[in-house]
């Protein structure tokens, strides 16, 4: 099975870190994919050390080490961001804490593993019905800087499943019955670009978001498509 991507990304803002992204191993398919999600509202200064502490280690600790199964292999990585993120409170730079809003996600095989911090939104769409995939309340509201990324689910996925990643900003303004439609109806692309035109009608700024659907085959993949909800 393949996983088609798009992404609604957006401009850098001077007062808040937004990001996301698709990660996968060149030329090795069977490490599957990793999506992430991560909103930091606070100045770019900081959100940007947290962002890069969460993308190097998930390319150092998952994409550059010796082969394990997927799940093990995404555990240990999970480890090794919070140790990241643990450092970057023993050097002095802890006003991240408690700020995060972040969920990464590996697709490997008709397999899905998640772990997240904070409020994010997590759906599949499958045949009609919208199944959430996280739940925000498990969020542990003391923070254990060593447990940031403290839970961890997984699912099978079957063909034609869409999956949603974003922010919390979109579960604050958009409507299930939203989601589940345009989910439903539309390609990933046209998902996104369905999503950025009722951002730019409710004059939203702080939206990222990742749509996939899984799809038959193993031939060559097209790239992801990012679609940009501009700051205007």
Not at 200 to 207: A, C, H, K, S, T
Request: hydrophobic letters at 45%; one cysteine or more; glycine letters at 6%.
């Amino acid at each position: 099975m393949n996983l088609q991507i798009a992404r609604l990304a957006t401009v850098k803002f001077a007062e808040r870190t937004l990001a996301s992204g698709v990660m996968e191993h060149e030329g090795d398919d069977q490490y599957g994919k990793i999506i992430y999600v991560i909103d930091v509202p606070l100045p770019l200064a900081i959100g940007e050390q947290v962002e890069h502490a969460i993308v190097s280690t998930i390319q150092e600790e998952y994409f550059a080490v010796e082969r394990k199964s997927p799940l093990y292999q995404f555990e240990d990585c999970v480890k090794a961001i919070n140790l990241s993120l643990s450092e970057l409170a023993e050097n002095g730079k802890t006003d991240w804490i408690g700020h995060i809003h972040a969920v990464i996600a590996l697709w490997a095989g008709d397999e899905l593993f998640v772990t997240h911090a904070g409020k994010v939104l997590g759906l599949v769409a499958r045949s009609g019905t919208l199944v959430s995939f996280i739940d925000s309340s498990l969020s542990d509201k003391r923070v254990m800087v060593h447990k940031t990324f403290a839970n961890l689910t997984s699912g099978q996925l079957h063909l034609n499943d869409r999956i949603i990643v974003g922010n919390g900003e979109i579960l604050r303004h958009f409507s299930p019955q939203f989601l589940s439609q345009t989910a439903a109806a539309l390609l990933p692309t046209e998902c996104v670009r369905d999503m950025q035109a009722a951002a730019r009608r409710l004059n939203l700024r702080y939206i990222t978001a990742i749509v996939g659907q899984i799809t038959e085959g193993d031939d060559d993949e097209a790239p992801p498509t990012s679609v940009l909800l501009s700051a205007d």
